[in-house]
């Protein structure tokens, strides 16, 4: 779970620094990266948004993803969503000197802010979307993107759970395919 979620934060062969387990979790998250960014249900999704966005069409379609799996949350989990969001919260907390500095920074307001709780809402979408904008080079398309988002809910959560059910299996097979030492099933970190 730790390295899944510092995956975006550890570059190159920095990975090779952290623990087993964590190194599979920020692998795992980059074989998801590039799994979704190919993937033609994902780029169809995301093509709703090119208008407004461009080039940061796939981002706005990764946070409408992030959004459908938080509503539909129990389509894929017997664990609901408020127990996992505060284990995970616990868990990272528990390695918070390990993490990069820049996840240090941003996971106080995750954790206040309960962000994967939040996204799903469309009110947690906009909020996501109007804060990434304000701190990145996302532009400002809020609007656009929660219009895109309503007329084309039905659509889109169709071609979300094609996805899910393709990116699930791919996981499995990764996951299958990685040597991991005999520590990862027994400890929490994975």
Do not use: C
């Amino acid at each position: 779970m730790v390295g899944n979620f510092i995956g975006d934060h550890v570059k190159g062969r920095r990975f090779l620094r952290y623990p087993d387990s964590v190194q599979t979790g920020i692998l795992l998250h980059r074989h998801i990266d590039t799994f979704t960014d190919a993937h033609p249900v994902f780029r169809e999704s995301s093509g709703y948004f090119r208008d407004g966005y461009r080039r940061y069409a796939g981002v706005v379609g990764d946070i409408i993803y992030d959004h459908l799996l938080a509503a539909k949350w129990n389509n894929y989990s017997d664990e609901s969503l408020k127990s996992f969001v505060n284990k995970s919260h616990r868990i990272l907390m528990r390695h918070y000197f390990t993490l990069p500095p820049r996840v240090k920074q941003f996971l106080p307001f995750l954790i206040k802010s309960r962000r994967l709780e939040n996204y799903q809402t469309f009110e947690g979408v906009e909020r996501t979307l109007r804060i990434m904008s304000a701190n990145s080079s996302l532009p400002d398309h809020t609007d656009f993107a929660l219009e895109q988002l309503e007329k084309h809910y039905i659509t889109l959560t169709g071609q979300f759970n094609r996805f899910m059910t393709d990116i699930i299996a791919s996981s499995k097979v990764f996951l299958e395919n990685t040597e991991r030492p005999q520590s990862f099933e027994h400890t929490e970190v994975s």
